[in-house]
């Protein structure tokens, strides 16, 4: 796609309000949301997008009830275990970012093998925000930088300490779920990306709403500030 974006973040919103609507245990929308990830990271695949990042379990997730974290996390472990094939069949690296030391030593074991096998790929990458916070994101930072000695540094300093060092910044952040407002999501980072709101819940996200995106982008003239 000309001028369409290279870099997507997403806010995946509106898994348990989807369950409720129909009836179902919030468990279910969890379900359907992280069955979706794979397929929209085909989508933007399709249109030349080379990186998307997803926003998957933030850093106040974890005051959620217990048993919702124990189920998410089940749910999270099984997901990329049972779609690691598929993932480098697709050729797509996946990265996680955020604080990994608040999950259990067999989640963090999971996400290691996960980078580990799926380094090489060259198709797109996947970032997963786990365990993040754009705050924490910062003032993990801002500790790293002064535990090394530094008192004056410039951007491309601190942002080889952020967790997504790295990685692109998003040309376009997508909130599903009608809320619109980004939730500690890429705060350094999203500074000057465009902004696309949207009712529909993430399970029933389409193709079809998600390239249609993709193209208001293309048609927005980004000014950087300027």
Not at 96 to 124: H, N, Y
Request: with cysteine; aromatic share 12%; hydrophobic share 40%.
């Amino acid at each position: 796609m000309t001028n369409g974006p290279k870099a997507i973040g997403i806010i995946m919103d509106g898994n348990r309000r989807w369950a409720r609507e129909r009836g179902l245990p919030t468990f279910e929308g969890h379900k359907m949301g992280i069955e979706k990830i794979t397929e929209v990271f085909s989508w933007a695949q399709e249109v030349g997008v080379a990186q998307v990042t997803i926003y998957a379990f933030s850093t106040e997730n974890w005051k959620r009830a217990p048993e919702e974290v124990a189920y998410l996390m089940e749910l999270f472990e099984k997901f990329f275990t049972e779609n690691l094939s598929k993932l480098q069949e697709k050729g797509g690296r996946v990265r996680f970012m955020g604080d990994r030391s608040l999950a259990s030593k067999k989640t963090q074991e999971i996400l290691e093998e996960v980078e580990e096998k799926t380094a090489l790929g060259t198709a797109g990458t996947l970032a997963v925000a786990f365990s993040y916070g754009g705050r924490p994101e910062i003032l993990s930072a801002v500790n790293s930088l002064l535990k090394e000695g530094k008192s004056v540094v410039n951007e491309e300093e601190f942002e080889s300490a952020l967790w997504t060092a790295g990685l692109q910044d998003p040309d376009l952040i997508l909130r599903t779920g009608g809320e619109q407002r980004l939730s500690n999501f890429l705060a350094w980072q999203s500074v000057y990306s465009e902004l696309f709101f949207t009712a529909t819940k993430w399970p029933a996200f389409s193709k079809e709403e998600f390239m249609n995106i993709c193209s208001t982008y293309a048609e927005r003239e980004r000014r950087h500030g300027k």
